[in-house]
T-cell receptor
Framework: AQSVTQLGSHVSVSEGALVLLRCNYSSSVPPYLFWYVQYPNQGLQLLLKYTTGATLVKGINGFEAEFKKSETSFHLTKPSAHMSDAAEYFCAVSPNTNAGKSTFGDGTTLTVKP | EAGVTQFPSHSVIEKGQTVTLRCDPISGHDNLYWYRRVMGKEIKFLLHFVKESKQDESGMPNNRFLAERTGGTYSTLKVQPAELEDSGVYFC????WGEGARGYTFGSGTRLTVV
């Protein structure tokens, strides 16, 4: 069984400030972990993923996330927020099989203030 | 390459009516998934096709939902009869065989409103 908890349904930061979106997961098997982003009126876009290997993964638009097995966390960060980062972000976990049935968190809406 | 296409983008129907949602995956993607987001909550898995076969339909809410994937290409999701609680955003996603666990390409979703 798998589950994902995203801490904070809404996060607000100032432009140029650090972005930190929190994600904790549980999984009975080694997980694959993902962050997706949804901009208004668009579909979900894969931001980054952890499968195996390096635990710090870099994604598009300057985002990165670190897989911490001991903390069962996969927090998403960006050093400096841009107005264009305003969107809804989803953390997801899936088992490392082709089935790829993912379990998603509730989502976190990021607001960037000028 | 063309992305995952879903239509309609919005549908408003009355309780008891039938609605059919369509998804065209990326050409060559054997894996096709349907997910649903209800009332701004988490995105929940509905089912997974590998080519034309249903690999996992454990997330289908009840027998009012019927999914098909003709010839392993496009897929339809029919809701008959629709109930108020079926309102939400229905997402389709696809991936290549063997890559299902490595992340999907999603469509823009169909927003279904049952009144």
């Amino acid at each position: 069984a798998q589950s994902v908890t995203q801490l904070g349904s809404h996060v607000s930061v100032s432009e140029g400030a650090l972005v930190l979106l929190r994600c904790n997961y549980s999984s009975s098997v080694p997980p694959y972990l993902f962050w997706y982003v949804q901009y208004p009126n668009q579909g979900l876009q894969l931001l980054l993923k952890y499968t195996t290997g390096a635990t710090l993964v870099k994604g598009i638009n300057g985002f990165e996330a670190e897989f911490k097995k001991s903390e069962t966390s996969f927090h998403l960060t960006k050093p400096s927020a841009h107005m264009s980062d305003a969107a809804e972000y989803f953390c997801a976990v899936s088992p490392n099989t082709n089935a790829g049935k993912s379990t998603f968190g509730d989502g976190t809406t990021l607001t960037v203030k000028p | 390459e063309a992305g995952v296409t879903q239509f309609p983008s919005h549908s408003v129907i009355e309780k008891g009516q039938t609605v059919t949602l369509r998804c065209d995956p990326i050409s060559g993607h054997d894996n096709l998934y349907w997910y649903r987001r209800v009332m701004g909550k988490e995105i929940k898995f509905l089912l997974h096709f590998v080519k034309e076969s249903k690999q996992d339909e454990s997330g289908m809410p009840n027998n009012r939902f019927l999914a098909e994937r003709t010839g392993g290409t496009y897929s339809t999701l029919k809701v008959q009869p629709a109930e108020l609680e079926d309102s939400g955003v229905y997402f389709c996603a696809s991936s290549q065989w063997g890559e299902g666990a490595r992340g999907y390409t999603f469509g823009s979703g169909t927003r279904l409103t049952v009144v």
